[in-house]
C-alpha cells in the first residue's frame, strides 16, 4: 500500500515539525514568563488643596521585543534543541532502521549549548524577584495609600515567578535524566525508530 505509507509519512512529518516549533515556542515563553516584572508608578491626584496619593501597577519584560534581544534568544533554543538533536542520535523528521551515528559524550562541552539558556533564565528570574521585593516594599512603605488589587497583583506575581522556578527545575531534572540514558545508549550500532518531534515532546511536551 504505497499510498497509505505515504500519507503515513507526510503526517509524522507534519507532526515532527509541529513538535519542534511546540518546544520552541514553549522554551521562549519560559523565558518570556521570567523575565516579567511589576512597575509601580506613584500618580498624584488633587482635590481643591487636598492631594492624594494612589499607585498604579503595569508590568513590563526585561527581555526587550526587538530583533535583536530576540533574535538571540531563538538562536540560544536552537542551539539547545540541535544539542539535544545531536545526544538523541534520530532523524529528523521520518523514522529508520538504519545504524545512527556515535554517541555524544557527556562532558563540559554540554554547557556550552546549554549554559547561555540556563544562564539567561536565572538571570531573569532572579531580577525580576529583586524587582518585585523592591516593588512590594515601595507599596508597604505607604499603608494609608495601599490599595487591595495592588498587593493582589504583586503577591500573585510572586506566586506565578515560583511556579515557573518549578517547572523549569522539574524539566532540568527530567532532561538531565533523559541524557544520561541518551549516555548510557550503545556506542555502535543504534537503531533508533523515533523522530526528532517524539523527542522533543519528551523533554518539554509531556
Same mark, same amino acid.
Given at each position: 500500500?504505497? $499510498?497509505?505509507?505515504?500519507?503515513?509519512? /507526510?503526517? #509524522?512529518?507534519?507532526?515532527?515539525?509541529? #513538535?519542534?516549533? &511546540?518546544?520552541?515556542?514553549?522554551?521562549?515563553?519560559?523565558?518570556?514568563?521570567?523575565?516579567?516584572?511589576?512597575?509601580?508608578?506613584?500618580? @498624584?491626584?488633587?482635590?481643591?488643596?487636598?492631594?492624594?496619593?494612589?499607585?498604579?501597577?503595569? /508590568?513590563?519584560?526585561?527581555?526587550?521585543?526587538?530583533?535583536?534581544?530576540?533574535?538571540?534568544?531563538?538562536?540560544?533554543?536552537?542551539?539547545?534543541?540541535?544539542?539535544? /538533536?545531536?545526544?538523541?542520535? *534520530? !532523524?529528523? *523528521?521520518?523514522?529508520?532502521? =538504519?545504524?545512527?551515528? =556515535?554517541?555524544?559524550?557527556? !562532558?563540559?562541552?554540554?554547557?556550552?549549548?546549554?549554559?547561555?539558556?540556563?544562564?539567561?533564565?536565572?538571570?531573569?528570574?532572579?531580577?525580576?524577584? /529583586?524587582?518585585?521585593? *523592591?516593588?512590594?516594599?515601595?507599596?508597604?512603605?505607604?499603608?494609608? %495609600?495601599?490599595?487591595? %488589587?495592588?498587593?493582589?497583583?504583586?503577591?500573585?506575581?510572586?506566586?506565578?515567578?515560583?511556579?515557573?522556578?518549578?517547572?523549569?527545575?522539574?524539566? *532540568?531534572?527530567?532532561?538531565?535524566?533523559? &541524557?544520561?540514558?541518551?549516555?548510557?545508549?550503545?556506542?555502535? =550500532?543504534? @537503531?533508533?525508530?523515533? !523522530?526528532?518531534? $517524539? @523527542?522533543?515532546?519528551?523533554?518539554?511536551? !509531556?
Amino acid at each position: 500500500m504505497p $499510498e497509505v505509507q505515504e500519507r503515513r509519512k /507526510y503526517r #509524522r512529518t507534519l507532526m515532527c515539525l509541529l #513538535r519542534c516549533f &511546540l518546544s520552541v515556542a514553549y522554551l521562549w515563553l519560559m523565558l518570556q514568563a521570567a523575565a516579567v516584572v511589576p512597575l509601580v508608578r506613584e500618580k @498624584h491626584k488633587w482635590f481643591l488643596w487636598l492631594r492624594y496619593l494612589n499607585f498604579l501597577v503595569t /508590568y513590563s519584560s526585561l527581555l526587550t521585543f526587538d530583533v535583536r534581544t530576540q533574535g538571540y534568544v531563538i538562536f540560544v533554543i536552537l542551539m539547545m534543541l540541535f544539542r539535544i /538533536y545531536q545526544c538523541s542520535r *534520530c !532523524n529528523f *523528521c521520518n523514522p529508520s532502521d =538504519e545504524v545512527q551515528g =556515535e554517541r555524544v559524550p557527556m !562532558n563540559k562541552r554540554m554547557f556550552v549549548y546549554f549554559g547561555p539558556y540556563l544562564l539567561m533564565f536565572i538571570t531573569c528570574w532572579l531580577a525580576s524577584m /529583586y524587582s518585585l521585593v *523592591c516593588s512590594l516594599i515601595q507599596l508597604t512603605r505607604n499603608v494609608d %495609600d495601599i490599595q487591595p %488589587d495592588n498587593i493582589c497583583k504583586i503577591i500573585m506575581t510572586i506566586l506565578f515567578k515560583l511556579l515557573i522556578m518549578a517547572n523549569a527545575i522539574t524539566r *532540568c531534572i527530567r532532561a538531565t535524566v533523559l &541524557l544520561q540514558i541518551f549516555f548510557d545508549e550503545p556506542g555502535e =550500532e543504534l @537503531h533508533n525508530t523515533h !523522530n526528532l518531534g $517524539e @523527542h522533543f515532546s519528551l523533554f518539554f511536551l !509531556n
